[in-house]
């Protein structure tokens, strides 16, 4: 699979792509497919639709990988708090985190109870190409401790702040909970199918980089370190959204750093490449138009050069209104500029 190969350094005949958020809404064919389920939460738990979901992107993009259908939100889901997905407004959890007991509650059998992803998984094993990679995925433990606390998205993240300034010991007894259940849902995933994990870090950029290390990279890498001594083979991808400004301290037990579009991918080569491959970043509002693409990937070409360990993505993940043709113009645009 060139998508492993490059998580591993290894030779490649060009940079394998694929793209956060290639299931959506931009294609028709999802539509379609969500439509047929009751709610979003309905959409992740039906395996049928979320592997039909997954596949789209392989079928229609020919991308290198595809990145199974799902929600971070699950894992609190099915630890007992109650999640809806709100139409123009995302999700909201009406009943978030604020005492100890409220952390005790707390399944601690999570893992056992996502047997629907674990289905998803195989389904699209199964069906998928046997050069095409299967990406499973996890929100790290602060990204979803701040969804729980907070009761949906934020700005400011300023009730999750406080608990780390404030009580800073149990904002670490909730994610010492969420790191034993990602690290047992990823586990799960890889032997469900998956060819290699992610780890979305996605509100790292909320923290200062004291605090950062503290409440966020400490338990993300916790996490990667066992996935590594349990599942050796498998490839861990963290994407630090965020994190940009803290690459020469970034270190742990994971083959692939996933750059956000904030931060610049020469400064993420020069302080990473030596250790780690590297995943990203073009801006993805350069998908709006075919010149923006061609300008976005050869200054990517320019950075990476020929080198192996590098996977083409997007910075942040795909918007509904994108083109289908431009980004199957991307796609085969980037091929044919980091062909070796």
């Known amino acids: 699979m060139i998508f492993i190969d490059a998580c591993f350094k290894k030779p490649t005949p060009t940079a394998p792509i694929w793209l956060m958020r290639q299931a959506g ?17 309905d959409f992740c738990r039906r395996s049928d639709l979320a ?17 199974m259908f799902s929600d971070i939100l699950v894992v609190p889901l099915e630890m007992g708090i109650q999640v809806e997905f709100v139409e123009k407004t995302g999700p909201v959890l009406p009943s978030p985190i604020r005492t100890e007991s409220d952390i005790d509650r707390l399944a601690d059998d999570s893992a056992d109870r996502l047997e629907y992803v674990y289905e998803t998984l195989k389904i699209t ?27 949906g998205g ?22 010492r909970k969420l790191s034993v259940a990602i690290g047992d849902y990823l586990l799960r995933q890889i032997d469900a199918g998956a060819d290699a994990v992610q780890i979305f870090d996605s509100w790292g950029g909320a923290l200062e980089k004291s605090a950062f290390f503290e409440f966020d990279w400490r338990y ?16 861990v991808i963290i994407f630090g959204k965020g994190a940009g400004g803290y ?33 990203g970043n073009m801006e993805p509002a350069r998908l709006y138009d ?6 976005g990937a050869r200054e990517l070409a320019r950075i990476m050069g020929k080198e192996n360990g590098y996977i083409f993505n997007l910075g942040h993940g795909m918007q509904p209104d994108f083109s289908l043709d431009n980004v199957k113009f991307l796609i085969d645009f980037v091929r044919q500029i980091f062909a070796r």
């Open 25 to 41: 809404r931009y294609l028709s064919e999802y539509r379609a497919t969500r439509a047929k389920a009751k709610n979003f939460i």
């Open 51 to 67: 592997a039909e979901a997954t596949l789209q992107p392989i079928d229609i993009l020919d991308a290198d990988a595809a990145i």
């Open 125 to 151: 094993r199964r069906a998928l190409a046997a050069d095409k990679a299967l990406i499973g995925f996890a929100g790290s433990p602060w990204t979803l401790a701040t969804y729980m606390i907070e009761g």
């Open 154 to 175: 934020s700005k400011n993240y300023a009730i999750a702040k406080k608990m780390a300034y404030s009580n800073p010991d149990l904002l670490h007894k909730l994610l």
């Open 220 to 235: 993300t890498t916790q996490i990667a370190d066992r996935v590594k001594s349990e599942r050796p083979n498998t490839p």
């Open 247 to 279: 690459l020469e301290a970034i270190d742990g037990a994971f083959e692939v750093f996933g750059a956000d579009w904030n931060t610049p991918m020469e400064r993420a080569k020069s302080a990473l490449f030596d250790r780690y491959a590297l995943q």
């Open 290 to 295: 075919k010149k923006a693409i061609e300008i």
